[in-house]
């Protein structure tokens, strides 16, 4: 199973956000929105062997992870209707434990250092152009994302004390795009 962590500066931790404007008013939910369809979603089906954690950090109340799986159900790939599933995640009613909702999203008041201590048996890979260049990952890795405004060091520090930090080449792609690119390299490595 590979699993992506994103973390999300900005991102709303409340449902008070416009499913029309998640860019502004969702502090970049479409930017969550785009990575979970790069890290489910294949061309006319489902990843069996993905999963991703929207590390929310923004008003009004952080930390809040949001968990999309492989089981995910009635859920389309596309921005507005992830978006739309986020929005009922923070509606729910949960505190430090995860709260599972019947479609295969989880959501709980957890922080990013929690989620890493919970990987921490497993390769973890932090994603940034600094990085040792990568060229091949292993089926159980946990790749680490930032969004646009990257890791605080703080964070970024605690992962790397059980990985590595490693890029995917000299250009910055967007956290969507980095996502699809691990998911090739591992595909083709299967």
């Not at 502004?24 to 489902?46: Q, T």
């Not at 995910?72 to 209707?81: C, M, Y």
């Not at 890493?116 to 040792?132: A, N, Q, S």
């Amino acid at each position: 199973m590979r699993t992506f962590i994103l973390f999300m500066r900005k991102a709303r931790t409340d449902n008070k956000f416009n499913i029309e404007d998640m860019p502004g008013s969702g502090g970049r939910i479409d930017l969550a929105a785009r990575c979970v369809n790069s890290a489910l979603w294949i061309s006319h089906n489902m990843r069996d062997d993905s999963e991703i954690y929207c590390i929310l950090n923004g008003p009004s109340n952080p930390p809040v992870t949001i968990r999309f799986g492989r089981e995910i159900k009635r859920v389309s790939p596309d921005e507005r209707s992830i978006g739309i599933w986020i929005k009922k995640a923070l509606s729910e009613d949960f505190g430090k434990e995860w709260h599972i909702m019947n479609n295969g999203i989880m959501v709980a008041r957890k922080s990013f250092q929690d989620v890493i201590k919970e990987m921490k048996d497993r390769p973890i890979y932090v994603l940034h152009e600094k990085g040792k260049k990568v060229s091949k990952f292993k089926k159980d890795s946990v790749i680490v994302l930032g969004d646009h405004l990257g890791i605080p060091s703080k964070d970024e520090k605690f992962a790397l004390r059980n990985g590595e930090k490693i890029s995917l080449g000299k250009t910055s792609y967007l956290a969507s795009s980095c996502i699809s690119i691990v998911n090739w390299m591992i595909d083709e490595d299967a």
